[in-house]
């Protein structure tokens, strides 16, 4: 089974201009998460989808970021303009509920962002 | 906001002896899930308890949840020096907004460093 593609791995860019992520998740995976990861903390969630819908966003900087799920498949984080205070790992997961209720994310190996 | 909060912070072992790391939280979960993360890479699931659970083993990993004290650790036995990584809580709960059943949110993570 393939795992969640994330591209790019690595990006740097400077203040003021805007970046995009991709995710690939699981097939079939219905559950996909955005999570941003500052050096040396846990994962902040910023955006959950349920297929292509919405089902939290509510520690996502609207006024910067957004995020979409066409389709209920692939997603795109962009972040437009970047601040240096957005260097982070930015983490895509997806999920599925198994019929015994495990809900265990599977994560990519994330995008590395450098905002100088 | 986070929801699980780990201790210790950091930990630093020598191979072959037990590390308990633990976890609280403050809300009702429908399971709570431990993570991996090794330097620069992604975060890999462990193991998973349900809230009706109190222990669960996984090879050299046991887990316990109080639903009661809210609260949870993780054992790690005989450790080894491949177990150096940090370690991540995360309470999967019911998110405020329709349209899924549960959504996961971490804490900020535990190092462990096993001296060989």
């Known amino acids: 089974e393939a795992g969640v593609a994330q591209s790019p791995r690595y990006k740097i860019i400077e203040k003021r201009q805007s970046v995009a992520f991709w995710c690939n998740p699981i097939s079939g995976h219905a559950t996909l998460y955005w999570y941003q990861q500052i050096l040396g903390q846990g994962p902040k969630l910023l955006i959950q989808f349920q297929n292509n819908g919405v089902v939290d966003d509510s520690q996502l900087p609207k006024d910067r970021f957004s995020a979409e799920r066409l389709k209920g498949v692939d997603s795109t984080l962009k972040i437009q303009p970047a601040k240096l205070e957005d260097s982070a790992v930015y983490l895509c997961?997806?999920?599925?509920?198994?019929?015994?209720?495990?809900?265990?994310?599977?994560f990519g190996q994330g995008t590395r962002l450098t905002v100088v | 906001s986070q929801q699980g909060e780990e201790d210790p912070q950091a930990l630093s072992i020598q191979e072959g002896e037990n590390a308990t790391m633990n976890c609280s939280y403050k809300t009702s979960i429908n399971n709570l899930q431990w993570y991996r993360q090794n330097s620069g890479r992604g975060l890999v699931h462990l193991i998973l308890i349900r809230s009706n659970e109190r222990e669960k083993h996984s090879g050299r990993l046991r887990v316990t949840l109080d639903t009661s004290k809210k609260s949870s650790s993780l054992l790690i036995t005989a450790s080894r020096a491949a177990d150096t990584a940090s370690y991540f809580c995360?309470?999967?709960?019911?998110?405020?907004?329709?349209?899924?059943?549960?959504?996961?949110?971490f804490g900020k993570g535990i190092t462990l460093s096993v001296r060989p």
């Open positions: 997961a997806s999920s599925s509920r198994t019929r015994t209720g495990r809900t265990e994310a599977f």
């Open positions: 995360a309470t999967d709960t019911k998110p405020i907004s329709t349209g899924a059943n549960s959504k996961l949110t």
